[in-house]
Nanobody, 120 residues
Framework: QVQLVESGGGWVQPGGSLRLSCAAS????????MGWYRQAPGKERELVAR???????NYADSVKGRFTISRDNAKNTVYLQMNSLKPEDAAVYSC??????????????WGQGTQVTVSS
């Protein structure tokens, strides 16, 4: 069984910063990719940032230059540093992981989500 536990959400004023963390635990053989999605009320869930096992990254155009994803492979933890936050960044942020639980079995996992509120 695999769990993704997120932390770091909260309220921040426009222009402020937050750092999200997501730790994967359980029966993990190998992590393929970990990342963050977000969903605002009335909108579809969208990819924010993702990092694969080789260190390659993908970012949504709307966050490039402001958000940075990083990983601690030893801890199976992914971080999202969010700077220069805007009201339109407010959403529930969910951690996502593709990983193997044994050499042949992989699946996609989700965290429970953490709320990010950006307002004055």
């Amino acid at each position: 069984q695999v769990q993704l536990v997120e932390s770091g959400g909260g309220w921040v004023q426009p222009g402020g910063s937050l750092r999200l963390s997501c730790a994967a635990s359980g029966s993990i053989f190998r992590v393929v990719a970990m990342g963050w999605y977000r969903q605002a009320p009335g909108k579809e869930r969208e990819l924010v940032a993702r990092m694969n096992s080789g260190g390659g990254t993908n970012y949504a155009d709307s966050v490039k230059g402001r958000f940075t994803i990083s990983r601690d492979n030893a801890k199976n933890t992914v971080y999202l540093q969010m700077n220069s936050l805007k009201p339109e960044d407010a959403a529930v942020y969910s951690c996502n992981a593709y990983l193997y639980t044994d050499p042949q079995t992989w699946d996609e996992y989700w965290g429970q989500g953490t709320q990010v509120t950006v307002s004055s």
